[in-house]
């Protein structure tokens, strides 16, 4: 909190942009279009009910398996993505003799590029691929290579510049030689992060299977391995990965039992530790569960919030005795919520949960599943939901709906914009792909409209507003006035923000330390290709983070359309 505003002013304010209110404004799209996300003065959200595109071959120039896909997307909207490969594409052998990584790119807006290929041909077995791409639009790649002939497992790293080419091999496990499964992460400052399991006896860590991790800061060295899972006393795996906005490096995996005492099945374990510091203790995040608990999913908020998805045989819940995807979150400096059950329609197994949170701290997950679900049919499907901050999950939707074989192992990812981003494998002819297995693509643009209050969209019509910072305040910042007689107006305007078409509109109320000065009467009205609404009064002074419909509005592209708010109340009144 800027506790110098709060001295100033005497309260913290919040402004939500849209055409004519003074609170934050989301609008919510109940018609299929595309949706995008801007902002403004303060925030008014718009949500547009649309669908995922039609599915895309990714593997075009493969003619045998392709698997293990990695996906990432950079800042520029740029798709990346590498995935393990049995063809003998441009003499780099394939299967029965090697195994191969592979490489392929989207500019935002165009097609494919050719596939390329990234281990080095006829001489390892190279797979499981990890990809990320780094503030600066450089792609990094990690995968397992194995000598052709004998030789120790090893993991190897190759970067590329925007519009550059890619540098040479690297080795990162210097100290270790059993390499498995790892996750690769890049922070704000361009630095490399990867942990990986192993069974090397590295640095007091045993014959078990273990986490380790390294680091390469920006044009810096590879640093010596760390030691993560030093707590357990049984085999390790499956590490997970992600940077918080502090830097701060966070690790879930899960553990043989053993550990803690916690029962005698698998458990789901968390670490982290702070830029600059050391590592934490373990944590147990599975407490609820009394079944076999495995392959987290991990990512952390740009509010520092720990999110958490991973597979359970617990019948918690009422989700049955069938493996289900579980879901926990953690608070910085607090606690973990709840186990929440994310595949609550499913009835039968499901499977391999790949989660991402975008910008708005909306959280969206992928899992395949075996349910037939919502015509899905009898074969294994991608399954999608989303939740977002501090709202419910939506229904499950269905992303492989083109396809018609068994879909596997999806990788999820979202750009800043919000639009997420899948790809799969499948053993399926789709798009001339053939009857190999290989690898689709598809994105859902964003469902939300965000105009805050630094947005051009938004406008003070009249009187004095003050400028306000606040944590709980949409991106930080608002705008405030006192009450008066209703000539003080601030206006969020969607011509140039969304498509035609009707949309549920929202404002962003947050809860600060002057909830009493507040108005319980703040009022909105909406205008849009009808004419205008009535006034619509909002409590402000309520306790709690939450948006606040404002009702359901066709807006066609005209000028004068969006949301107003006014000073006409009992209180001060904000507009975030």
């Known amino acids: 909190m800027n506790k110098g505003n709060l001295l100033r002013n005497g309260l913290v304010f919040w402004i939500v942009a849209l055409f004519f209110l003074t609170s934050f404004v989301q609008i919510v799209d109940a018609d299929i279009f595309r949706r995008g996300t801007m902002r403004n003065v303060d925030d008014i959200e718009i949500n547009c009910d649309d669908n995922w595109t039609i599915t895309e071959v990714v593997s075009t120039e493969s003619t045998s398996t392709s698997t293990e896909a990695s996906l990432a997307i950079g800042s520029d909207g740029t798709v990346h993505v590498a995935w393990t490969d049995y063809t ?91 390499p498995g499964a790892h996750s690769l992460a890049v922070d704000g400052d361009g630095a490399v992060h990867i942990v990986w399991q192993d069974t090397t006896d590295y640095g007091g860590a045993g014959p078990d299977m273990d986490i380790f991790y390294k680091q390469k800061p920006a044009k810096g060295n590879w640093t010596a391995t760390e030691l993560v899972s030093t707590e357990s006393t049984n085999n390790s795996y499956w590490p997970s990965l992600a940077i918080g906005p502090n830097k701060s490096i966070h690790v879930a995996w899960f553990d043989d039992p053993g550990y803690g005492g916690f029962g005698n099945d698998r458990n789901i374990l968390y670490k982290s530790k702070p830029y600059g510091g050391s590592w934490g203790s373990t944590e147990l995040v599975s407490t609820e569960s009394t079944g076999v608990s495995y392959r987290p999913s991990l990512a952390v908020g740009t509010d520092g919030v720990v999110h958490i998805a991973w597979c359970d045989g617990t019948d918690y819940s009422g989700s049955g005795p069938d493996p289900d995807i579980f879901y926990k979150k953690k608070l910085p400096l607090g606690y973990w919520t709840n186990t929440e059950v ?132 949409y991106n930080g910042t608002v705008e405030v006035t006192r009450s008066g007689n209703g000539s003080k107006k601030a206006a969020w305007r969607v011509h140039d923000v969304v498509d035609s078409g009707v949309y549920d509109v929202y404002i962003w109320k947050f809860e600060h330390d002057h909830m009493n000065l507040m108005a319980t009467n703040a009022h909105y009205i909406v205008r849009d290709r009808n004419g205008f609404s009535n006034w619509i009064t909002v409590d402000q002074s309520t306790p709690g983070n939450e948006w606040v419909p404002l009702g359901s509005y066709e807006f066609d592209g005209g000028y004068y359309q969006g949301v107003l708010i006014n000073d006409d109340a009992n209180g001060y009144v904000i507009a975030d």
């Open 342 to 473: 994310i595949s609550t329609e499913s009835s039968n197994e499901s499977h391999r949960p790949s989660l991402a949170v975008d910008n708005d701290q909306t959280v969206h997950v992928a899992w395949y599943d075996r349910t037939d679900y919502g015509g899905a049919g009898p074969d294994v499907d991608i399954f999608y939901k989303m939740k977002k901050n501090h709202g419910n999950w939506t229904d499950t939707e269905i992303v492989s709906t083109e396809t018609t074989s068994d879909a596997w192992y999806p990788s999820l990812a979202v750009d800043d914009g919000g639009t997420v981003h899948l790809v799969w494998e499948e053993y399926t002819s789709y798009g001339g792909s053939g009857n190999d297995r290989d690898i689709f693509y598809k994105y859902k643009p964003s469902d939300t409209v965000i105009i805050d209050n630094d947005n051009s969209a938004f406008n003070i019509l009249s009187g004095t507003w003050y400028g306000q910072s606040h944590t709980n305040a």
């Open 88 to 178: 003998n594409y441009n003499g780099s052998g394939g299967y029965p003799d090697e195994l191969n990584v592979f490489y392929k790119s989207k500019l935002k807006g165009r097609n494919w590029a050719t596939t390329e290929l990234l281990s080095i041909k006829n001489r390892f077995i190279a797979c499981t691929p990890s990809i990320a791409v780094g503030p600066d639009g450089r792609v990094h790649a990690v995968w397992v290579e194995i000598p052709y002939v004998g030789g120790e497992y090893s993991l190897i790293y190759k970067s590329k510049p925007i519009g550059g080419k890619w540098g040479e091999r690297e080795l990162i496990t210097t100290e270790t030689n059993d």
